[in-house]
């Protein structure tokens, strides 16, 4: 057993990604690249959809990446 506050908690949120398409796994790497310390490996996508010049994506991240 652990404290319920040592458990990580996630927030979805909507990401759009300018640009030519890509594969995901790309784009996390490539936010891993622009944000030293940025942890994408615990990301999960919820939905996502295609659009001519953008992919927007639904994402479940890590809270203590979001600023209050």
Excluded at 14 to 21: D, K, M, N, Q, T
Excluded at 48 to 54: N, Q
Aim: glycine residues 2%; proline residues 6%; aromatic residues 10%.
């Amino acid at each position: 057993m652990v404290a319920l506050d040592t458990l990580p908690t996630y927030k979805t949120v909507v990401a759009w990604f300018l640009g030519p398409r890509k594969d995901i796994e790309r784009y996390f790497q490539q936010l891993h690249r622009l944000n030293q310390g940025l942890n994408t490996s615990h990301w999960r996508v919820y939905e996502r959809k295609r659009e001519p010049d953008r992919l927007c994506l639904v994402l479940s991240i890590d809270s203590p990446l979001i600023a209050a």
